[in-house]
């Protein structure tokens, strides 16, 4: 093949990337990613065109795929989140977003004249997943810690009660890492006797470890979910985005067509799928098992208290929900914001303590904020 070696310039372009790349990583604290992964071992697999086609419970005639370990994936998933053994089924996606449609879409097309209800905290890509598929939808009030407010809910409901509902309820919300109570949702549900609903809960960031917060908020297939979506490059980590839905096998088998060019069912958003993701999430899954999940979610919620502690310390008002490894805080100084890529949204911004954030790394925020406190108070010359 003709081709040419890289130019000096070129290459030293991708060395500044690289350099640059490993700064920006190792100063966020304001983002659910974790960045302790090494999946050097799966290096090899990069000189395959991996392509996870199709349906990963069926036999493809496409054999350069990975649905043996996307399977296990998905098992261990549908199992931390109590999923019927013999009544589950799912897929690893390109992320959250696109699990939440899907879970959507599946909700759609089991009741085409229903009525979507997700609360005012729920991620951006909802609300576009909605309008996507085009449902209608009502949006219900939060409270003040982020979760659905259940007496808007129930009121909102009760005036469409002769509508299918959907509910889409979220486990760790995108600024305060609020759960909204899915049993309490299912009960409202069952009050107002609206027989035909469907609650997708999106468990983006928290769905990994929810299973093993005390006390547990309910959101699992037990506790009334019928879909439930994760991203994969959250809590367990990975080079490329991705995420996973999970959901009963009988909603699945509603909207499986047979496609004769693949030899498989066409059950995912996306035709040609990344192989590689499922890889890496498979050989996290291995190392880690349950008890590593757990032990992660533990360390990272002792980094989250001890920082809570010290803003506290400092006399900024910090606090978390129950179980959460998010901080929130007022809004910091935009140098501080900048330094540490805080995700900021009105008056309010958050530190996630992932499973990687250290002690040491708090402490360095905290003095930041503390100087950049006595800077603003000298340029006023007062003290407040
Ligand atoms: C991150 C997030 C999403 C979107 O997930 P992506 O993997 O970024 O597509 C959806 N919902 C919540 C609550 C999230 O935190």
């Known amino acids: 093949m003709n081709k040419r070696n890289l130019a000096e310039k070129d290459r030293e372009r991708l060395e500044n990337l690289k350099e640059s790349l490993g700064r920006s990583r190792d100063t966020f604290l304001g983002y659910p990613v974790s960045k302790d992964f090494d999946y050097s071992e799966l290096n090899p697999f990069l000189q395959y065109p991996i392509n996870n086609l199709g349906d990963p419970f069926e036999e493809g005639t496409w054999k350069v795929q990975t649905h043996q370990m996307e399977k296990e994936v998905v098992a261990f998933f549908a199992r931390l989140f109590r999923a019927q053994p013999k009544d589950y089924w799912g897929y690893v996606t390109n992320g959250g977003s696109e699990s939440n449609l899907y879970g959507l879409y599946l909700a759609r097309e089991m009741y085409p004249k229903a009525m979507v209800y997700y609360s005012e905290s729920t991620h951006y890509s909802v609300r576009k997943n909605i309008h996507l598929l085009n449902i209608p939808s009502i949006v219900?009030?939060?409270?003040?810690?982020?979760?659905?407010?259940?007496?808007?809910?129930?009121?909102?409901?009760?005036?469409?009660?002769?509508?299918?509902?959907?509910?889409?309820?979220?486990?760790?919300?995108?600024?305060?890492?609020?759960?909204?109570?899915?049993?309490?949702?299912?009960?409202?549900?069952?009050?107002?006797?609206?027989?035909?609903?469907?609650?997708?809960?999106?468990?983006?960031?928290?769905?990994?470890?929810?299973?093993?917060?005390?006390?547990?908020?309910?959101?699992?297939?037990?506790?009334?979910?019928?879909?439930?979506?994760?991203?994969?490059?959250?809590?367990?980590?990975?080079?490329?985005?991705?995420?996973?839905?999970?959901?009963?096998?009988?909603?699945?088998?509603?909207?499986?067509?047979?496609?004769?060019?693949?030899?498989?069912?066409?059950?995912?958003?996306?035709?040609?799928?990344?192989?590689?993701?499922?890889?890496?999430?498979?050989?996290?899954?291995?190392?880690?098992?349950?008890?590593?999940?757990?032990?992660?979610?533990?360390?990272?919620?002792?980094?989250?208290?001890?920082?809570?502690?010290?803003?506290?310390?400092?006399?900024?008002?910090?606090?978390?929900?129950?179980?959460?490894?998010?901080?929130?805080?007022?809004?910091?100084?935009e140098a501080v914001k900048q330094k540490w890529q805080l995700a900021t949204e009105g008056e309010v911004s958050h530190i996630i303590c992932m499973p990687n954030v250290t002690k040491s790394q708090i402490d360095e925020f905290i003095e930041d904020l503390a100087k950049t406190e006595e800077l603003e108070e000298e340029e006023f010359g007062f003290d407040l």
């Open 140 to 333: 219900i009030r939060s409270q003040e810690n982020g979760e659905i407010d259940y007496e808007d809910f129930e009121n909102t409901l009760r005036m469409n009660r002769h509508k299918p509902a959907i509910v889409l309820t979220t486990f760790g919300t995108t600024m305060k890492e609020a759960k909204d109570d899915v049993s309490r949702i299912k009960g409202i549900l069952r009050n107002l006797a609206v027989q035909d609903h469907y609650i997708h809960c999106d468990a983006a960031l928290s769905g990994s470890y929810g299973a093993f917060m005390e006390p547990r908020v309910p959101f699992d297939f037990k506790d009334g979910a019928d879909s439930i979506s994760i991203s994969g490059h959250k809590f367990v980590g990975s080079p490329i985005p991705c995420g996973v839905i999970i959901t009963k096998r009988g909603h699945r088998d509603r909207i499986a067509k047979g496609i004769s060019y693949i030899g498989s069912l066409d059950t995912t958003i996306t035709g040609s799928r990344n192989g590689h993701s499922p890889l890496f999430l498979w050989y996290a899954l291995k190392q880690l098992g349950g008890e590593g999940m757990k032990a992660r979610y533990l360390h990272g919620l002792e980094v989250a208290e001890y920082c809570k502690n010290q803003l506290n310390e400092i006399g900024v008002k910090a606090w978390s929900n129950p179980g959460s490894l998010t901080v929130v805080m007022p809004r910091t100084p």
